[in-house]
């Protein structure tokens, strides 16, 4: 089954003991949904696709921004603005031309959802947020497909082979989503740019063992990863009868999307864009609801500082706020401006207060633009 050329890319998967030809002709006949083309679908579809699995599907609604390139790597300079589950694809066959690769520029939603993990063999969840990862999971346990999961934050990691032959699933390690707001969007957590590698790298690791019928895949077990100090920990993790408990998917969506994806229209009630702040910049009061650390990078203009947590009991007269002021407030990317936004109104008596939409991300961009 395997092509002549075939025979000569894989030749050293075709002489590795305990892989062989069987195990490289099982890839060719395999198909693998991977959703989400970010610092985790990067690279477990790099490794995927060299590998040889026969069908990568790639699902993606968003386009190449130039703050994904420090750690989505299929991606260039050149590519901003683009769709990326289109220009993942083009790189991809490009890499390998052997191998079937299906671009969809949508979100995984579910309305989707049960028809493109019925059609795979294993998922590689890449996503970036609760409500994808409860959807992916659910999805799995209706079709009965296996899922490799990894999410990252900061320095750290986490990565696991869920719903495999009766294992745990995601709900037996979170049973059910944080309620919204409770931690922060993909685009203000923040990201040491090469962890996503590593784990987006595990997570092609584990989808070859399943697919190629190898190795002890990484089920029961949760790999934790800390950068900083390069520890590894693996805890164990029981599968519960309870989380297999599904009937129907959850709406759209469960938890919080990440706002920057969720193509959610300008409210001009509620948020200023950057060339709308910068037009009025000198008339309004503005608050920095960052943390110091973010602060650290820059600020617009001469706006207070006052973290998002200590927003609602601060004496902002003290600080030479006034609550009947034009008001503007802004984080990194504008997810907690929007409950900054309703904590000034319902704690502090602001009556004219807007969020920056975008945050400052949004603004630094609009300042290279120039």
């Not at 346990?141 to 699933?169: C, D, K, M, Y």
């Not at 685009?187 to 019928?213: H, R």
Request: aromatic content about 6%.
């Amino acid at each position: 089954m395997l092509s002549a050329a075939e025979l000569v890319r894989y030749q050293r998967h075709l002489g590795l003991a305990g892989f062989g030809p069987e195990a490289q002709t099982k890839l060719k006949a395999s198909s693998v949904l991977v959703v989400g083309v970010g610092g985790l679908g990067c690279p477990a579809l790099l490794y995927l696709a060299a590998a040889g699995v026969g069908r990568l599907v790639v699902i993606d609604p968003d386009r190449v921004e130039l703050s994904n390139l420090q750690r989505q790597l299929l991606f260039t300079t050149e590519d901003i603005g683009q769709p990326k589950a289109k220009t993942a694809a083009h790189r991809l066959r490009a890499l390998n031309p052997e191998i079937v690769i299906e671009a969809i520029v949508a979100r995984f939603e579910r309305a989707n959802a049960l028809a493109l993990v019925g059609a795979a063999d294993v998922v590689v969840d890449g996503s970036d947020n609760f409500a994808t990862r409860y959807l992916v999971n659910d999805a799995c346990v209706l079709a009965g497909r296996p899922f490799v999961h990894a999410a990252i934050q900061g320095f750290e990691g986490q990565a696991s082979v869920f719903n495999w032959r009766g294992g745990p699933t995601y709900r037996c390690l979170f049973p059910a989503p944080p309620p919204p707001g409770a931690g922060p969007s993909c685009s203000e957590a923040g990201v040491l740019g090469v962890l996503p590698g590593m784990l987006g790298t595990l997570q092609a690791t584990e989808t070859i063992k399943l697919l190629a019928g190898i190795g002890e895949p990484l089920s029961g077990r949760v790999l934790l990863w800390d950068a900083w100090s390069l520890s590894i920990r693996i805890i164990a993790l029981t599968a519960d009868p309870r989380s297999r408990m599904i009937t129907e998917l959850p709406p759209d969506p469960v938890g919080e999307v990440c706002p920057a994806d969720s193509g959610k229209p300008l409210d001009l009630r509620e948020e200023l864009d950057a060339d709308a702040l910068r037009a009025r910049l000198s008339d309004l009061q503005l608050i920095d609801v960052r943390e110091t650390p973010e602060r650290a990078s820059g600020a617009i203009g001469a706006s207070v500082h006052v973290p998002l947590d200590r927003l609602a009991t601060v004496d902002l007269l003290a600080l030479g706020l006034e609550p009947s002021r034009p008001t503007v407030v802004y984080c990194s990317g504008g997810v907690r401006s929007r409950r900054a936004v309703q904590a000034l109104r319902e704690k502090q008596g602001f009556t004219d207060v807007r969020g920056l939409h975008g945050g400052y991300q949004a603004w630094m961009a609009r300042l290279a633009a120039d």
